[in-house]
Structures are given as C-alpha cells and as structure tokens.
C-alpha cells in the first residue's frame, strides 16, 4: 500500500494507507468486476470530490444546541460527506453555530457480492443492484443502528443535546441505517429524533417496521433520489416512502435527474427540511 501523511482540519496529523480494491476471480466475471468497482465508486459520490479516508469520526464545530448525524456510503468515509457542515449554514443560517455536526465513520465490512472483499461499509450486500427485493443482511445493519444509537446517547451526555434536537441521515447504505435507527428502533419509551434524512437510500427490514405513533407524528422524513440510479434502483424511493406514510410519517420525497450521487438543489432542499425540523418557530 501507499501510506500519505496529511494534516485534518481539526489540526491532528495522520498517516492514510490507500489500497487497491481486489475482487476474487472465482466468483465474479471480469465485466462484473469492473462494473461493480465502478458502482462502489458511484455510491460514495457527494456533491463535492469525494475523499476517501479520515481519522475523525465527527467534526470540530463548537457545542450546540442541536445536531445531524449524518453517515457517509458504501466505501466512502466521514471526509465525504463533511462538507455539508459548511454548505447547510451556507444555504440556511439557523444550522451554523447552533448544529453541531457528526460524520461517524463505518467499520469495514466483507462484501458478499463480491467474494468476501472488505471495504467501509455499514453491511453486507447480498443483491446487485439493490431493487425492492434485496436480500438484508439484519445483524449487520442491527449492529449500525446500534452504533448511530450511541453516538446520540454521547451527544446527550456529554453536550446536552437530546434525541429530539438530533436529525439522522445518510447516503446510499448509510442513509438505509438512519431510517433504521430513526423508525424501527425508536420504540415505545424512546424518545424520537427531530426528523430523518434519506439520500439514494432504501427502507430495509420492511417486514419489521413497526413505527409508534409519536415517532411517526415527531419524525418527519426527507427523501431525495435519482431517477437515473442503478445502484439503489429508483424503484426503492416509491416503495420506501408509500411503506412509511402508510406507518404514518410526514414524508417529503423528491427525485432528481441523475444517477447515484446527490445534486444541489437536493442539498438545498434537505436545508430547509433540516431549518424547519430543528427550528420550527424561525
């Protein structure tokens, strides 16, 4: 591997290893290798360059009174999605100083579409591309939940912020996890979160949604998708959304035209969702 030393912007040197991406001759052809190292490529694509490691597992904004959570994709890493700490108070003011920011990062996973490879990813994948019939890789995505679940539980005990000032959100597989967290595991007896963020994402573990009555009159959604998306197919927003708002949640969907990425108005329009859910009198 190459290892490159670089200096974050919280001011902490570190030292990266970048390693090819190999695939297992055994089980994929060659064309599919090379489709699927361009779709892994395609799903940790954000409106910016995307980097593609990082030694932060959240950001350096001061303490608020509110925050986002927000989870980067498939073989991506918090640097990719980062930016939106910048660009969101750029586009709507009320979510600077007042939001404190958390880009956690996933563990590296195994890739059974792909022989076993390991790479960042929150699960496993078992189907390709990720239609409405896509197999769940539950413990996997249980053990995400989890780990998001723990990064509010910090932002409360140690700065004070609740769930109900905490929006959750993602892209592609990490956006899958935030609804996870936000719908299904928010059960009786736990408070809600502010509201969800789904970007090119999927609802899993359909057959086990089962969404209280205050999560869903407390957790507003938003969900942006592509309807050029062969990766998390297009047909995933339709389905996702009609299964929630029929479990009751406020949902506002939008598509886009592109493929598995995000575009501005996108971020512009999660901006407002985002003002209105943590400061619904401004």
Same mark, same amino acid.
Request: hydrophobic content about 40%; overall charge negative; aromatic content about 8%.
């Given at each position: 591997?190459?290892?490159? /030393? ?5 001011? !902490?040197? +570190?030292?990266? &290893? ?5 695939? $297992? @001759?055994? =089980? ?18 954000? /409106? ?5 490691? !990082?030694? +932060?597992?959240? &950001? ?5 009174? $509110? @925050?986002? =959570? ?213």
């Amino acid at each position: 591997p190459t290892y490159i /030393t670089f200096l974050s912007s919280c001011g !902490t040197a +570190s030292m990266i &290893s970048i390693k090819p991406l190999l695939f $297992s @001759a055994a =089980v994929v052809s060659t064309s599919y290798r090379r489709n699927f190292l361009s779709a892994v490529s395609a799903m940790s694509t954000s /409106t910016t360059t995307t980097t593609t490691t !990082t030694t +932060s597992s959240q &950001s350096c904004s001061n303490n608020g009174k $509110s @925050a986002i =959570v927000f989870l980067h994709g498939l073989g991506d890493s918090p640097a990719g999605w980062s930016h939106l700490e910048d660009e969101l108070p750029s586009i709507r003011k009320n979510l600077g100083k007042d939001v404190h920011y958390v880009f956690p990062p996933s563990p590296t996973v195994g890739l059974t579409i792909n022989g076993g490879m390991e790479m960042p990813g929150w699960f496993d994948l078992f189907d390709w591309p990720i239609g409405i019939t896509a197999k769940d890789d539950r413990d996997g995505k249980m053990a995400a939940a989890r780990q998001i679940e723990d990064v509010v539980e910090k932002l409360e005990s140690e700065m004070g912020i609740p769930p109900s000032r905490v929006i959750v959100g993602g892209f592609s597989q990490g956006a899958a996890v935030a609804l996870l967290a936000a719908y299904h595991r928010r059960v009786e007896g736990r408070v809600p979160f502010a509201g969800c963020v789904c970007l090119s994402g999927w609802l899993t573990l359909k057959e086990e949604l089962k969404v209280t009555p205050e999560v869903a009159k407390s957790t507003p959604l938003f969900w942006g998708h592509g309807t050029w998306d062969d990766k998390v197919l297009f047909e995933q927003q339709a389905h996702g959304v009609e299964k929630l708002r029929e479990a009751g949640v406020t949902v506002a969907d939008y598509d886009y035209p592109m493929g598995h990425q995000s575009h501005p108005e996108e971020i512009s329009m999660m901006a407002e969702f985002a003002e209105k859910a943590l400061f619904p009198s401004k």
